[in-house]
């Protein structure tokens, strides 16, 4: 069983176990459903080395995380913060396979953002939103506005994050790019590298959709 291979079960502090696991489970399927099973479980830290171990498989493959969104969800609003992160950005790896997923989760995202007590779960609450306005044009328009509402906040902490959203929603609907003009030039000059960054890369990719064929 793989769960007894895992870092509490073993009695690990620093998780070196939790390293090995999703190279086992990328090769067998049975022990990733093993750990989707422990993703149920009631003690914190075995449900925290489960969603580490999905956390890392579905960075490499979002597909395979893909089915266990359903028992990722409840994860969301558990009481470790650790549990919380965990899944979270799972979740955001796989938002573009599962945007049946993301869609009704929207607005636990957003409260999410503005609320947790987890840097790393808000973080990832915005990527989870960015990568869903990439999954389709109709995410696409539904994600964009929500995502222009997180960028000033926290003095524009999150706008690289959230910028990345509108870059894919102009990828899968070009249509878009006369709206997602203002939000790229608006962010050009932030104080924030990785922000200006991001809306360099914005504008690039507005550009090219720009010279496709309509």
């Not at 956390?55 to 990722?72: C, I, K, M, S």
């Not at 044009?137 to 910028?163: D, I, K, Q």
Request: aromatic share 2%; net charge neutral.
């Amino acid at each position: 069983m793989i769960l007894g291979q895992l870092a509490s079960a073993r009695g690990e502090r620093h998780h070196a176990a939790n390293r090995r696991a999703p190279f086992a489970c990328a090769r067998d399927l049975s022990l990733l459903a093993e750990i989707g099973r422990g993703l149920d479980a009631d003690d914190a830290a075995l449900a925290g080395d489960c969603a580490d171990v999905m956390n890392t498989v579905a960075r490499w493959d979002p597909a395979l995380v893909a089915p266990f969104g359903e028992q990722l969800d409840p994860l969301l609003s558990h009481r470790s913060n650790r549990v919380r992160w965990e899944a979270m950005q799972a979740v955001a790896s796989i938002a573009p396979n599962r945007p049946d997923l993301i869609e009704p989760l929207l607005p636990r995202l957003q409260a999410t953002i503005v609320t947790d007590t987890s840097v790393i779960a808000r973080d990832a609450a915005v990527t989870a939103i960015a990568n869903f306005a990439g999954s389709s044009p109709a995410a696409a328009r539904t994600a964009v506005p929500l995502l222009t509402g997180v960028l000033e906040l926290e003095n524009g902490r999150f706008a690289s994050r959230a910028l990345t959203g509108p870059r894919q929603a102009g990828e899968v609907d070009p249509a878009l790019a006369g709206a997602l003009m203002p939000i790229a030039g608006s962010h050009l000059d932030h104080h924030r590298k990785v922000a200006r960054d991001a809306a360099k890369q914005l504008l690039r990719a507005i550009e090219k959709a720009e010279r496709l064929p309509q």
